[in-house]
């Protein structure tokens, strides 16, 4: 079975310093993996991928994500935190293909403020 | 705006009242999803709609609630004899059936049962 584990459920940085936002992952199978980022009053938006191509994913807003297999985690970071990155960021992971929709498990998520 | 929209985005009820959500998925997207959020938790898939046809149900969508994707484009959520229980963020989202990972949220409502 799946199951996606976010290790923090609040991070703060300094606007300017790396974001480090942990996740880890347990599928029997290859997983595909996912970051999707929710500000406040809006609905969730996809920020990046990982379907089995490179382990290296960039998305967008200057996040990438590394897929380390074994480490089992998919941690999402940025180089340098601007304030409107402030907002609730979710790791999910599913199986490959599309048969069923409700393989889609969303991790508990992370706030991240960003401190002036 | 060409998103996916979702009404009421607030709808406050008593316990035991009925009520009704609207999603309006991204035109050309086949798949519809709807899910569950409640406060510091990640999305919870309730069901999901491959054109008007329900594919699947979660065990979390109890005999109360019923959705709908009549012409396989807008889709209703209903929740009968309404609890505390239900208070929630129901979020909607739509992708292309060959793409069934990358979907497009709509910004959900929130729905306080009293």
């Known amino acids: 079975a799946q199951s996606v584990t976010q290790l923090d459920s609040h991070v703060s940085v300094s606007e300017g310093t790396p974001v480090l936002l942990r996740c880890n992952y347990s599928?029997?199978?290859?997983?595909?993996l996912f970051w999707y980022v929710q500000h406040p009053n809006k609905g969730l938006q996809l920020l990046l991928k990982?379907?089995?191509?490179?382990?290296l994913v960039k998305g967008i807003n200057g996040f990438e994500a590394e897929f380390k297999k074994s480490e089992t985690s998919f941690h999402l970071t940025k180089p340098s935190a601007h304030m409107s990155d402030a907002a609730e960021y979710f790791c999910?992971?599913?199986?490959?293909?599309?048969?069923?929709?409700?393989?889609?498990?969303f991790g508990s998520g992370t706030r991240l403020s960003i401190r002036p | 705006d060409t998103g996916v929209s979702q009404n009421p985005r607030h709808k406050i009820t008593k316990r035991g009242q009925n009520v009704t959500f609207r999603c309006d998925p991204i035109?050309?997207?086949?798949?519809l999803y709807w899910y569950r959020q409640t406060l510091g938790q990640g999305p919870e898939f309730l069901t999901y709609?491959?054109?008007?046809?329900?594919?699947?149900k979660s065990r979390l969508l109890s005999d109360r609630f019923s959705a709908e994707r009549p012409k396989g484009s807008f889709s209703t959520l209903e929740i009968q004899r309404t609890e505390q229980g239900d208070s929630a963020m129901y979020l909607c989202?739509?992708?292309?059936?060959?793409?069934?990972?990358?979907?497009?949220f709509g910004p959900g409502t929130r729905l306080t049962v009293t």
């Open positions: 035109s050309e997207h086949n798949r």
């Open positions: 999910v992971v599913t199986l490959p293909g599309y048969s069923s929709a409700s393989k889609i498990i």
């Open positions: 599928s029997s199978y290859s997983p595909s």
């Open positions: 989202a739509s992708s292309l059936t060959d793409r069934p990972y990358e979907q497009y």
């Open positions: 990982y379907t089995s191509a490179a382990t």
């Open positions: 709609f491959q054109n008007e046809a329900q594919l699947e």
